[in-house]
Nanobody, 115 residues
Framework: QVRLVESGGDLVQPGGSLRLSCAASMSIFSFKAQGWYRQAPGKEREFIGS???????NYAGSAEGRFSISRDMYKNTMYLQMNNLKPEDTAVYYC?????????WGQGTQVTVSS
């Protein structure tokens, strides 16, 4: 059973940057794909972006140009670099991983963008 743990959430001012991490309890070489999502209070969970086993990335329009996904295969960790953050980016950020037919989720990390 795979376990995912997000970290790196914080309070940041508008225009600032954060890098979130998603550490897996097993080798991420095994994952078909991994993704980042977020959920703001009172809203549904929203797709941010994903990365396939081959390293191809895909982003939602709201993330394009500001957010980027990367991986360190040897640390079994996926990252979400977020730049030029806006108050509307405030949310709990989740990562997931697809392993066969199973999709595992982390517990989330809070990002608050406020002056």
């Amino acid at each position: 059973q795979v376990r995912l743990v997000e970290s790196g959430g914080d309070l940041v001012q508008p225009g600032g940057s954060l890098r979130l991490s998603c550490a897996a309890s097993m080798s991420i070489f095994s994952f078909k794909a991994q993704g980042w999502y977020r959920q703001a209070p009172g809203k549904e969970r929203e797709f941010i972006g994903s990365i396939t086993a081959g390293g191809s990335t895909n982003y939602a329009g709201s993330a394009e140009g500001r957010f980027s996904i990367s991986r360190d295969m040897y640390k079994n960790t996926m990252y979400l670099q977020m730049n030029n953050l806006k108050p509307e980016d405030t949310a709990v950020y989740y990562c997931n991983a697809a392993l066969g037919t199973v999709v595992a989720w982390g517990q989330g990390t809070q990002v608050t963008v406020s002056s």
